[in-house]
């Protein structure tokens, strides 16, 4: 079961970041960002490097809601709530354990994008 809760610690941001991405798109917030491609716009083989779904604004709103999930889990965690978290670095850094997982989220998947 500590495995289980564990998984969640990791798992609630960067599915609230993905719950809060789509309604950013569905209700096309941040348009300007929209429009921002994360390659810059640029090629390889005539094709855009990470396609044009890769924006500024997915980026934004994906670290910017892992961080603040981050934080609101640690502070339920502190006050009343105790989850087994994955590593203490989580618990002990929110903030910056948010910032590294949304970071980190956003990295994975331009290799995909790249291969698409």
Known sequence: MT???????????IIAAGLVHLAVMKLDLMPGLRRLPIDGGLTFRGRR????????????VTIGTTTVAAWAMAGLNACCWHLPVLVPFAATNPIAWGLLLGTGYIAGELPNSFAK
């Open 3 to 13: 495995t289980v809760l564990q998984l969640l610690w990791l798992a609630l941001p």
């Open 49 to 60: 490097l990470f396609g044009d779904n890769k924006t500024w604004r997915g980026a934004i």
